[in-house]
């Protein structure tokens, strides 16, 4: 029968990933005739525990390159986007939200603009989605096997055959000690 000791450790106690698609808006100073370009850069977020959910604030910077004056000039705007999601993590059976726990988000799918378009009012739109997972960290119990015997220990010989004695027997001067003591 064997024995079982627990240890605590830390380990991902919950895990998961979430898809988000939202539409944003954004006023330029002159009517644009076409959008030339959308890019997403600087994309900061952090995790927090809020209850039983998980939630995490970030914030990127929309970069949008657009011609205006009938294609006969070209600017860029520039929008900072602050999100804040929530996240329903499920947890192990015994996981323990309330203790002391580390929120670990990993961008799964970077920001990226899926769709820009202008409105009559010369408003641009613009699509961004972004995949985010979330790993929490905490304190869990693993139940190990102990076994109460040692096992037990081998018996090494060396490998030496007659032949070396033999030889060992024939280097050794006996009359060694009996030597230096007379010097």
């Given at each position: 029968?064997?024995?079982?000791?627990?240890?605590v450790t830390k380990a991902i106690i919950g895990k998961g990933k979430k898809y988000f698609?939202?539409?944003y808006s954004i006023d330029v100073d002159s009517k644009p005739t076409t959008v030339l370009g959308c890019w997403i850069i600087n994309h900061k977020f952090s995790g927090f525990k809020s209850g039983t959910k998980?939630?995490?604030n970030g914030s990127?910077?929309?970069?949008?390159?657009?011609?205006?004056?009938n294609d006969s000039k070209t600017t860029v705007v520039s929008k900072q986007i602050d999100y804040s999601e929530m996240f329903n993590v499920k947890t192990k059976a015994d996981a323990d939200l309330t203790?002391?726990?580390?929120?670990?988000?990993?961008t799964l799918s970077q920001p990226n603009c899926t769709k820009v378009d202008i409105d009559g009012s010369g408003k641009i739109n613009f699509d961004v989605e972004k995949e985010l997972g979330v790993e929490i960290v905490g304190e869990t119990k693993v139940k190990i096997a102990?076994?109460?015997?040692?096992?037990?220990?081998?018996?090494?010989?060396d490998e030496v055959t007659e032949e070396d004695l033999q030889a060992i027997?024939?280097?050794?001067?006996e009359e060694y000690i009996d030597s230096s003591v007379n010097q």
């Open positions: 029968m064997a024995i079982y000791k627990e240890i698609k939202n539409n998980i939630g995490v990127y910077d929309v970069n949008i390159w657009y011609s205006y004056d203790g002391d726990t580390d929120i670990i988000v990993r102990i076994e109460e015997e040692e096992e037990p220990w081998d018996d090494l010989e027997d024939e280097e050794v001067n």
